[in-house]
């Protein structure tokens, strides 16, 4: 069964630094998201992506986050300058079409910054 | 705008005792909402959703979910539960106009445990 894959499953890293979390949608979807949950709180939505442009962006998403496809399979999440509270699970999340109403998850990336 | 509230943040169950969690949601449009499962160390799953159809809905392992209109409700219900139910659940709602976008809205989750 198709899923979605995200990698690595855990990383840490010191603040300041710069993370790209990476994600391989289902191959044939066409909208994609990136969600997170801080530890204990909700899941947040960051952005969605489509026909490679941000389709619309949460308050969350500032200047130091960007998302990329590079290469027509992978969908990436940097993070310019991590912080603190950027520690959190990150989902990723792909959908095939506007119309369906269920989007896939992927496991998840736990990100700790230290 | 559309929200929804999970009202217990952790259940605790026997095994083989049925299992409620419940779920109130805020929406504007007719929603879909949906029940995800996320066990250890693994992703979201969906469980079951809901999408203007029959308001009864089945979905995996043996959960169920009524949408409920007038009570503005969503419950998750399983007849008896079993070991393995043991995760995080979370209850969601989208607005189908917004398919493209962010169309969908977490609870906070609701932890399940299961005694032997």
């Known amino acids: 069964e198709p899923e979605v894959t995200q990698t690595p499953s855990h990383q840490v890293t010191q603040m300041g630094q710069e993370v790209i979390l990476r994600c391989v949608p289902i191959s044939n979807h066409l909208y994609f998201y990136w969600y997170r949950q801080i530890l204990g709180q909700k899941v947040e939505f960051l952005v969605s992506f489509y026909n490679n442009e941000i389709s619309e962006k949460s308050e969350i998403f500032d200047d130091q986050f960007s998302v990329e496809r590079p290469d027509g399979s992978n969908f990436t999440l940097k993070i310019r300058s991590t912080k603190l509270e950027d520690s959190a699970m990150y989902f990723c999340a792909s959908k095939r079409t506007a119309a369906d109403t269920e989007a896939f998850f992927g496991q998840g990336t736990r990100l700790t910054v230290v | 705008a559309q929200s929804v509230t999970q009202l217990d943040s952790h259940v605790s169950v026997s095994e083989g005792t049925p299992v409620l969690l419940r779920c109130n949601y805020s929406?504007?449009?007719?929603?879909?909402l949906f029940w995800y499962v996320q066990h250890p160390n693994k992703g979201l799953q969906l469980l079951l959703k809901?999408?203007?159809?029959?308001?009864l809905v089945k979905g995996i392992n043996g959960f169920e979910a009524e949408f409920k209109k007038s009570e503005t409700s969503f419950h998750l219900t399983k007849p008896s539960a079993h070991m393995s139910d043991a995760a995080e659940y979370f209850c969601?709602?989208?607005?189908?106009?917004?398919?493209?976008?962010?169309?969908?809205?977490f609870g906070a989750g609701t932890r399940l445990t299961v005694k032997p």
């Open positions: 969601v709602v989208s607005d189908p106009r917004r398919h493209n976008n962010n169309d969908m809205r």
């Open positions: 929406s504007s449009y007719s929603p879909s």
């Open positions: 809901y999408t203007s159809a029959a308001t």
